[in-house]
T-cell receptor, first 114, second 115 residues
Framework: NAGVTQTPKFQVLKTGQSMTLQCAQD?????MYWYRQDPGMGLRLIYY???????DKGEVPNGYNVSRLNKREFSLRLESAAPSQTSVYFC?????????????FGEGSRLTVL | AQSVTQPDIHITVSEGASLELRCNYS??????LFWYVQSPGQGLQLLLK??????LVQGIKGFEAEFKRSQSSFNLRKPSVHWSDAAEYFC?????????????FGTGTRLTIIP
């Protein structure tokens, strides 16, 4: 049972380069999320998708785009990476009808932008 | 909008000693409250949650938390810590209506255990 799988786990980019972080969950969850984690800032929501075909901005969406490809997959794209986007990125998912709020997290993707 | 404050950035506790991690929230209605733990290099794992009812909730790994509405607090406690409890702990608040689509996290408290 893989749960939430993120790829890649590590990535180094140069300023201006683009890349996509991939996330897939095998728990048949409806809602998916992308957070970034920075020292002293906790986790901040970038984008989320309440269901297949819908996406919404979170707290810090600037510089990112997302795609909810299907129910399983939710990708995060950096079109032109900046050093301020150096962070650890976490994908999470949740069953929509579960009114408990528990999120299931992936292991994270560590991104460094030089 | 809801917010969460964890006033302690770093706490050091001796193995076997008791632990209390503080969490204060701001939200106009009854909140959903959570504690998550993050071990080094790992994602976050749910320790416990509060929605309604008994204000003292039990979680995994021997942790408990108490919801105090009058103090807007949801502090995490453990009677006797183990070296394996060294991790970062996050308090989170969710909106208290159906959907509960987003959680707002605190900035975290890093727990160090000394022998």
């Amino acid at each position: 049972n893989a749960g939430v799988t993120q790829t890649p786990k590590f990535q180094v980019l140069k300023t201006g380069q683009s890349m996509t972080l991939q996330c897939a969950q095998d728990m048949n969850h409806n809602s998916m999320y992308w957070y970034r984690q920075d020292p002293g800032m906790g986790l901040r929501l970038i984008y989320y998708s309440a269901s297949e075909g819908t996406t919404d901005k979170g707290e810090v969406p600037n510089g990112y785009n997302v795609s909810r490809l299907n129910k399983r997959e939710f990708s995060l794209r950096l079109e032109s990476a900046a050093p301020s986007q150096t962070s650890v990125y976490f994908c999470a998912s949740r069953p929509r009808n579960q009114n408990t709020g528990e999120l299931f997290f992936g292991e994270g993707s560590r991104l460094t932008v030089l | 909008a809801q917010s969460v404050t964890q006033p302690d950035i770093h706490i050091t506790v001796s193995e076997g000693a008791s632990l209390e991690l503080r969490c204060n929230y701001s939200y106009g209605a009854t909140p959903y409250l959570f504690w998550y733990v993050q071990s080094p290099g790992q994602g976050l794992q749910l320790l416990l949650k509060y929605f309604s009812g008994d204000t003292l909730v039990q979680g995994i790994k021997g942790f408990e938390a108490e919801f105090k509405r009058s103090q807007s607090s949801f502090n995490l406690r453990k009677p006797s810590v183990h070296w394996s409890d060294a991790a970062e702990y996050f308090c989170a608040v969710g909106i208290s209506n159906f959907g509960n689509e987003k959680l707002t996290f605190g900035t975290g408290t890093r727990l160090t255990i000394i022998p």
